[in-house]
């Protein structure tokens, strides 16, 4: 079974642009969760998203957005870009957020904001 | 506030050592503790994982050891091997959202 894919796996944007992240879970899960990371704050929630909707929203200014599509597949948008913004951007699927706990993690897409 | 704390930040083990990682949560209500083992370049990949009704699970050469009363879990590596030398993270929280720790780098030095 193919695991979580995301794209692209680098991206380089300046100051005041948008990104749009996408994320594919494993065949057959339904919920995915999207999580920064960067060397200072280490791993922090952004959301997570189940049957399209989000259910959980982490601590992070509504520049970051996020959606998911009728197959599971899911998009995070940043908007109006900051230096701070560059980070790791890692998301995770799971068989469904209630019944199954273990989320599996992508490689991740590595934003750089110059 | 951090909702949980990893201990320590870096740590340097022989081969054939023993590697302990200690993680400190402070929500009660949290019911699902996972260790992710994460190699550079690479996203977090799950290691091993406990529910609070159990004190002790065992997976191989990896071990959760799990304290409700004093809110602690570790993670104990027996045997460390080389190609053990990544970050690890604890996690603690519910089915919709983890909050991890810092991260420990391992270092197994052969």
């Known amino acids: 079974k193919a695991g979580v894919t995301q794209t692209p796996r680098y991206l380089i944007k300046t100051r005041g642009q948008q990104v749009t992240l996408s994320c594919s879970p494993i065949?057959?899960?339904?919920?995915v969760s999207w999580y920064q990371q960067t060397p200072g704050q280490g791993l922090q929630f952004l959301f997570e998203?189940?049957?399209?909707?989000?259910?959980n929203k982490g601590n992070f200014p509504g520049r970051f957005s996020g959606r998911q599509f009728s197959n599971s597949r899911s998009e995070m948008n940043v908007s109006t870009l900051e230096l701070g913004d560059s980070a790791l951007y890692l998301c995770?699927?799971?068989?469904?957020?209630?019944?199954?706990?273990?989320?599996?993690f992508g490689p991740g897409t590595r934003l750089t904001v110059t | 506030q951090q909702q949980v704390k990893q201990s320590p930040q870096s740590l340097i083990v022989q081969k054939g050592g023993i590697s302990i990682i200690n993680c400190a949560y402070e929500?009660?209500?949290?019911?699902?503790f996972p260790w992710y083992q994460q190699f550079p370049g690479k996203g977090p990949a799950l290691l091993i994982a406990?529910?609070?009704?159990?004190s002790e699970k065992k997976e191989g050469r990896f071990t959760i050891s799990f304290n409700k009363s004093a809110k602690q879990f570790s993670l104990h590596i027996m045997d460390s091997q080389p190609g053990d030398s990544a970050t690890y993270f604890c996690?603690?929280?519910?089915?919709?959202?983890?909050?991890f720790g810092t991260g420990t780098r391992l270092t197994v030095i052969p």
């Open positions: 065949s057959g899960h339904r919920s």
């Open positions: 406990i529910r609070p009704d159990v």
């Open positions: 929500n009660t209500a949290f019911d699902y």
């Open positions: 998203y189940f049957s399209e909707t989000q259910r």
């Open positions: 996690a603690a929280g519910g089915a919709n959202n983890l909050f």
């Open positions: 995770a699927s799971s068989y469904s957020g209630w019944e199954a706990y273990e989320q599996y």
